[in-house]
């Protein structure tokens, strides 16, 4: 078999079932191992789209691949590289170079830069583990380091096969599942006690599950888990999703002082937060609003735990979360529900007015919960998305890069077949990858895109001040749509906007409804953010105008 | 003067004029410092574009600078970093970084990744020169050393200002020039003859001009010298555009098998070839099939001379050009006239036939020579664009990424606002970062962009066989363009080129032409490569099918 049939035949085996990517004439054997090896690929229009797919899927899948040529391919996927390390996302790349047989130090090829391994130091910066196989016999053991430690740490790798090794025939060596870690039982069962012991004297205990609990698979057992100990459940801004919205004990996103209220009187008032595998940074903590604590905190992070000043190192997330489930059992009073809604608008009946953001996510709320998969962009969209009811929500919420939710949605689509995308993107967001939709059409997805156009980077306007500079030129979205086989409509109503959701709902095709909003309008967040941001700049009394 | 404010003014004193970016949080002052310094700057669709096109700038001015927000916005700008680096370009990358007084260990903020130097590590391995600002009162030096380093080497630079430090106030120092490199008279003295008497003692000599030669501002000189020593001139892939083709010493574009033959013959022939600023590598010694020879090529490099087995090093390349032309003169016959142009289709003359590549050829360089600043994208449009007469070309010839050309022409308008860009771009291409138009559009710019639709990657199917994977999807490009503001139509026969050829001309906004193309249709290079690549698997024995 050839090494690049096997790296492919491999993949499958390891559950990959489509990898995202763009050929390229270093990537060429890659792309004849993969029909050799009968992986199935979407071809994407930009290399940036194809690392957000993989990502996405490897987000809902365990591990995702995006497939690049040297240099000029793969580079292209180094700011998605870097959100998948940042995030947590088991995402592979693999690169395609040239020939080893090509390479005397004289003869320098197209794409390459400083010599021939820049790209591989680049990656390297980026991911858990990067090697080229550079060595046929020891290729697919290099390839079982990259892919074991990607799966391992949940974090990014690279591969790289040069032409040549990657047509070389081998013998495939037979693997099966990578090893679990091993866990030392005496050390668990220290660590369940205390945290049990924990929770079963505080008076406010509370579950604050964050993104690692989808990266162990763990929802279904968050759910029993808050059951048994009578926990309820906030969720993290990037965790959203990890826990199913219409679970009565479930009280809301948090997002400290720029969040709802119901999630921080939660967290806030407890005298004992179990943190689960939540990536604490400046978004995810309301902007350092919350009320993190040492004494009252006990995180449960991916791979250790910590409570008050000690650490019990090398117990995985899945294990404590196991054995503390098994170890519950507490007669407590039940639950009480909350109330995570938005207020109610004055508008939200007049139906014939210009639509409003608030709308949207009551109409959304009322129509759509649970029925479509959400992936949001970075912008106003992901504000609006933490606001609907969901139990599947994808977004970049801790590194916050632009452009990700369109790309997503085909590694969403093709990783949760039976969900619908619908995506939540940001005129902004839309204006970097949102071609992408041809990919989409290409591929006969039928997600729902809505694309929110308020003009321009309404968040750094939030951040900032109103200001020219934030303007975006305004495309007709629809017909662009329309040119790239999408379904398409523009609305500028709420009774537009329900007539337009009913039609993309009845559609089997990719369907973008273009939302038309006042350059003004806000989410109740970036409304927060803006009152923040406006009486910062009050009380430092700075005033700049435009 | 705030920091920022002054990195700006110190850019205008070193003639940019404009800078390409996007807005993002920690890039906030830095668009607050462009303000104040007056400075103009055009706000890209997405990152890769403002890199592509400050590429552009730089490559026409000497200094281009491109601007984003921290990780998430700099980081997608690698992959034309790292193009400015094989090409030698000087490109400066302007990052915002998150606020110093915000950086304790247990703090990661949005846009980091491992830690708050991953950026800055990442861009080291792609410039000449990679640092932070984070000592507000060095923070100038350090600037003067990225950008001084860029100018010099003629290599990107990357500059990375935190947010607290590019608010501060600092006294601005006063700076001139940078000092030119010094020269040791002797050692030139001694190339200089050594060159000299090679060519005049040579039976065949000629000259070969790079790219370094647009680097240097050398063209009109080249003529000079080319004049005075009665030289014939071919050009590299990478350097078209850098002697001017209607002057009659002009003797083509050299890519040996793949090229015309024209350039190849006089080359090969050549019994001393001055070669001056030539990248050399697989694409511009048409894949080694060159007649490289030390005993025979003079090698001027930007930065040494090689002749034979010797190095004169610390030479550059305007120092020996100038010096070499001041000590010419040589009673010479005068050099032919060459004949360069593409051989003649028979269905020329049809013009309600359907439109070929090299009808497209023979029409631009019938009516549009010289008339236009031509920039072309990696693709057929690419080899098409070598065959046309012109004293202006850009085109990643050298790394070959693919997204340059339409981006690219924000760079070129703004650098020779007199010359009217003529993007040439295929549909793979247009269909990574076509959308950048959008922007050509608000910036009322004029480009007239042509593009190739054959429906596919038709380069990967010449290197490779008639393939399905290589299919693009059909946009209606035409719609989209106006979509986006532009003027638009499409053409599918010579007639209908021609027509739209002159609209185009009469327009003075951003025009686009969408030439439908035969899938099989392929421009004279193009047609070579699929020869060679189709002979050498047949010598191989190689049949696959789809």
Known sequence: MRVATWVFSRLKELGVDVTFGLPGDFALPLYDGQAEAGMRTVTCTHEPGAAFAADAYSRLKGLGVALGTYGAGTLNMVNAVGMSYAEHTPLLIISGAPSLKERPPERPVHHTIRDWDTPLRVFRELTVEARPANDPHQAALEFERVVGAVVKHRRPGYFEIPTDVARLEIDPPTLGEFPKPRVDPAALDEAIREIRGALLSARRPVLYAGVGVRRFGLSAICVKLAETYGLPVVVSVLGKG?????????????????????????????????????????????????????????????????????????????????????????????????????????????????????????????????????????????????????????????????????????????????????????????????????????????????????????????????????????????????????????????????????????????????????????????????????????????????
């Open 242 to 546: 990890v826990f199913p919205e219409s679970h009565s004990h479930f009280a809301g996103v948090f997002m400290g002082a720029l969040g709802g209220p119901t999630a921080r009187g939660v967290l806030d008032a407890s005298d004992c937060v179990l943190s689960l595998g939540v990536l604490r940074n400046d978004v995810n903590s309301g902007f350092w609003t919350d009320r993190f604590d040492k004494a009252t905190w006990i995180e449960v992070a991916e791979d250790a735990v910590r409570i008050r000043h000690h650490v019990y190192p090398d117990l995985p997330l899945d294990a404590v979360v196991l054995a503390l489930k098994h170890a519950g059992c507490r007669a407590t009073a039940p639950v009480p529900r909350f109330e995570c809604s938005v207020p109610e608008e004055k508008e939200v009946s007049q139906g014939a007015s210009r639509l409003r953001v608030n709308q949207i996510i009551h109409e959304l709320n009322r129509v759509a919960a649970n029925r479509y998969a959400y992936v949001a962009d970075i912008g106003d969209s992901w504000f609006l998305g933490l606001e609907l009811k969901t139990d599947m929500f994808l977004a970049p919420g801790y590194y916050a890069t632009m452009g990700y939710a369109v790309p997503a949605a085909l590694g969403m689509s093709l990783a949760e077949p039976l969900r619908r995308p619908f995506v939540l993107v940001g005129d902004g967001a839309f204006q970097m990858t949102g071609c992408e939709l041809s990919t989409l059409v290409r591929e006969r997805l039928n997600p729902i895109i809505l694309l929110l156009n308020n003009g321009g980077y309404m968040m750094l306007e939030a951040l900032d001040r109103p200001c020219a500079r934030y303007d975006l030129p305004r495309w007709d979205y629809v017909t662009m749509a329309r040119a790239m086989g999408a379904e398409a409509c523009r609305v500028e109503t709420l009774d537009q906007f329900k007539a337009a959701l009913q039609r993309a709902h009845q559609a089997s095709c990719t369907f973008l409804i273009e939302a038309v909003l006042e350059r003004s309008d806000r989410s109740p967040i970036m409304k927060r953010i803006e009152d923040v941001m406006r009486a910062s700049r009050a009380a430092s009394g700075v005033s700049r105008s435009t």
